[in-house]
DNA sequence: GTGCAGGGCCGCAATTTTGCAGTTGTGTAA
DNA sequence: TTACACAACTGCAAAATTGCGGCCCTGCAC
């Protein structure tokens, strides 16, 4: 047996997709509005309140949107010493994409362009995105010797909290940017084009 | 939504159903020594763990027995005053039956057909079949005005005991009768005969 | 307005499933 | 014979699922 997963994984895995598939066709179906959690629960076979152990909000499930997450992988191999901004902007990216779980064949990306409203719950997931970004580069910042000096006259908090807000304008701008072309290009693009713009930008302003 | 049964319920016959039909056809494919308890549960998509939750023997999985039990409703039918014989015959075919879960397109025959060692675990559970009847037929000559006489000179136990044995009596004879021929239809002629021949033999030996 | 039903969402206890670490018995290679 | 793998089966604690009661908000009939 390849078990890279237990059977518990596995399941679970398995759950999330099914609710998130479920969601997804029905929203496609009918209109986010004229889908029930419990329809959805229904149709994944689970019950309405296992719904809520998977997803917070309705919404949620029907982007397939979960809590960030960062591998230990990722987080051994970030250092605040060297090239910072360039560090956090791929973390960014990194955990941006860890919010969006299953396969890449995910209904996601239909299910935005046919329905636009849902498109603020990613701003929403953002946020949290850049909450637990702002947590490593405070812990990195605690820790290094290099930033000792800075940090003594602000706090770390503080510190990492403007540097994700610079490191991560570009996406915010991508996302605004891309907001009415919602394609995986298309996002791309703009974040590219966003993240040019802020190296142009910088050296400028200061 | 047609919920006769909670999801809690319909789950759980489920996942009975999947394993007896996985060990019944894994059976059948390859004999019963050459399939494990945990092939059948990985056919089923749960834990070994959780097979035996539902089983408390891999043969029992195979031959999709389960515990004897008795519906309220027959409960409340069954009284010692009159007929008791007949009373306890019908009992214990209804017991039996109740031996027997999933519905009637189980694989059960054809895998006692094919290996007929398993047959002899039919008997241990005729067992407990016999010790569930008892338990009532006591219960009911305890509350019984008509019984109190005989009740007074024997323990209710032991009364119940002996007319379970003879009520029992054809259908131990049928399952050693129909036992190299153990269709549906062998086994219910066998106990009409076994029955037939109880009638004729009881007023001879008093 | 006022009541009321419907639906999103949460807390909690009961039930079920899983993982894991045994124990036991049996076949079998050394 | 000994050693050992393998498979049935069990106890127990952690995790997942379910049912249910309840809160809050919104729309809609009256």
Redesign the interface.
């Known amino acids: 047996?390849s078990q890279l997963l237990s059977?518990r994984d596995r399941k679970r895995t398995e759950t999330w997709a099914a609710l998130h598939e479920a969601a997804a066709r029905l929203t496609l179906e009918n209109g986010p509005d004229r889908v029930t959690t419990e329809a959805i629960a229904?149709q994944a076979n689970?019950?309405a309140r296992t719904f809520f152990n998977y997803f917070g909000t309705k919404e949620d499930a029907i982007l397939g949107l979960q809590d960030p997450s960062i591998d230990d992988a990722w987080l051994a191999d970030f250092k605040v010493d060297a090239n910072l901004l360039e560090q956090v902007s791929r973390l960014l990216v990194y955990v941006v994409h860890s919010t969006e779980g299953g396969d890449g064949e995910s209904l996601r990306m239909e299910v935005v362009q046919q329905f636009p409203q849902l498109r603020q719950r990613r701003f929403a997931y953002f946020l949290k995105v850049e909450q637990l970004v702002r947590d490593v580069v405070t812990a990195g910042i605690t820790d290094s010797a290099k930033w000792a000096d800075v940090a003594h006259q602000h706090r770390a908090e503080d510190i990492s909290r403007m540097i994700v807000l610079i490191a991560g304008a570009p996406m915010r701008y991508a996302m605004q940017e891309s907001a009415h072309a919602p394609t995986l290009d298309n996002q791309f693009a703009a974040l590219t084009t966003a993240n040019a713009l802020l190296r142009e930008v910088l050296p400028e302003i200061q």
């Open positions: 047996m059977l229904a689970v019950s």
